[in-house]
Structure formats: C-alpha cells, structure tokens
C-alpha cells in the first residue's frame, strides 16, 4: 500500500539554524516525491519535486531534498532557516493510478 | 510555474443552501483536477478526482450527490456543496495536474466554507 511518513508533526528551531524535515514512504513502483509548504490559510506551494536523475533536487526559497531508495526517505533541507519559513510542510508521493499520498504534515515553528 | 485559483476564498452561508466553488487553472489546460478537504490541524483528505468530460471518481465516504463535481472545461472545476450542514464547513483545496507529464500538483489558495 502506498503510504507517506512525517515522524514530526511539530519542529522548532532557531533563526538561522539548519532545518531538515523527515519524510519516509511507501510505494509500489519508482516514486516521484514531493515536497509542498502550506502557510495559514493559504493552499500549498511546490517547494521541490523529485522523478528521477540527482538524488539531491534544489527547490525554490533554498530548500533541498535527497532521494535516498535503501531508507525510503526524502528528507527536506535548509542551510540557514528564516522567520517567514514557518508554516507547515507536506511531504508527497504519486501519481498512483492518478492519485497522490500525503504525509500528515510536519509544522515548523522559528524562534528569533 | 502553474496558477490554479479558487474563488470564493471565503462564504459563509445558512445550513440548507447550495454553494458553488470554482477551481480554474489560468494558464495551462488540466485535464485532471483534484478536490480536497483539510481539517484543522489536519493533512488533506482527498475528496473526488475531477476528470474534464467525464463523471468524478469520488472517494469512498464521500457523498456524491451531496460534493457535486463538474468539469465541464479545460481550465475550470466546480465543487458544490449541496444543503449545506454546519458538519460540512471546512478548508476546501483544489489542485490541478501539470507538468510535461502531467505529473504534479498545483495547488488553488484553498476556500473557507462555514455554514451557520
């Protein structure tokens, strides 16, 4: 059964400091991974996307994930976190007979 | 990148009426359109897959004659929400299919639905 992991449902960390999100999944087939931030109120944004190729994608606003098959992971990154990242982050896979999982979201809180 | 709005963002309106929700994809052409419900605090859940010229593929508990989907265009869905009930108010997201493949998701802002 298709399925996505965030262990986290809640992380805080420091203005400035490093950022990584887990996401683990499970899928029949090769998967195309997906990483998507929500803020309050708002739909979700494309942060980055993985089909095939580099395993380490770059996405927009500095983000970047690594596609590792042995683990099932496609945990997210960030070098240098800033205010306006908190929101919340959901990690996707699919398409599977055109249908998407998603995580249950892991929500990013930063301290000044 | 792809832009799916939603309109409206916000109704509120009185338990027994019908509300309609428009999801457009304003400059690509989507076959596929999907619809979502959030709770909150809560990940989506998946309502109906939305195929333009055919009938929704609805998820199992959701009632389809009460989440009335048409996708009668390239570009446009419509979610209604038929006798409404205060149970039914809730975050509302569309997204649309796109890319070479038609692989990803593009997301609308979403719509905040309260029935009084």
């Known amino acids: 059964a298709q399925s996505v992991t965030q262990p986290d449902i809640h992380i805080t960390v420091s203005e400035g400091a490093s950022l990584e999100l887990r996401c683990n999944y499970s899928?029949?087939?090769?998967?195309?991974l997906f990483w998507y931030v929500q803020s309050p109120g708002q739909g979700l944004q494309l942060l980055l996307k993985?089909?095939?190729?580099?395993?380490l994608v770059q996405g927009i606003k500095g983000f970047e994930a690594e596609f590792k098959r042995s683990q099932s992971s496609f945990n997210l990154r960030k070098p240098s976190v800033h205010w306006s990242d908190a929101a919340e982050y959901f990690c996707?896979?699919?398409?599977?007979?055109?249908?998407?999982?998603f995580g249950s979201g892991t929500k990013l809180n930063v301290k000044p | 990148g792809a832009v799916v709005s939603q309109h409206p963002s916000r109704v509120i309106c009185k338990s027994g009426t019908s509300v309609k929700i428009e999801c457009r994809s304003l400059?690509?052409?989507?076959?596929?359109m999907f619809w979502y419900r959030q709770f909150p605090k809560k990940s989506l859940m998946l309502m109906a897959t939305?195929?333009?010229?055919?009938?929704?593929?609805?998820e199992q508990g959701v009632e389809k004659d009460k989440f009335l989907i048409n996708h009668a265009s390239l570009t446009l869905s419509t979610l209604t929400v038929t006798s409404a009930h205060p149970e039914d108010s809730s975050f509302y997201i569309c997204?649309?299919?796109?890319?070479?493949?038609?692989?990803?998701?593009?997301f609308g802002p979403g719509t905040r639905l309260t029935v009084l």
């Open positions: 997204s649309a299919l796109a890319g070479a493949g038609a692989d990803t998701q593009y």
């Open positions: 899928y029949g087939a090769t998967p195309y």
């Open positions: 993985y089909f095939s190729g580099d395993t």
């Open positions: 996707a896979v699919g398409p599977f007979f055109n249908k998407f999982y």
């Open positions: 400059d690509f052409q989507a076959t596929t």
């Open positions: 939305s195929n333009e010229g055919s009938k929704a593929t609805y």
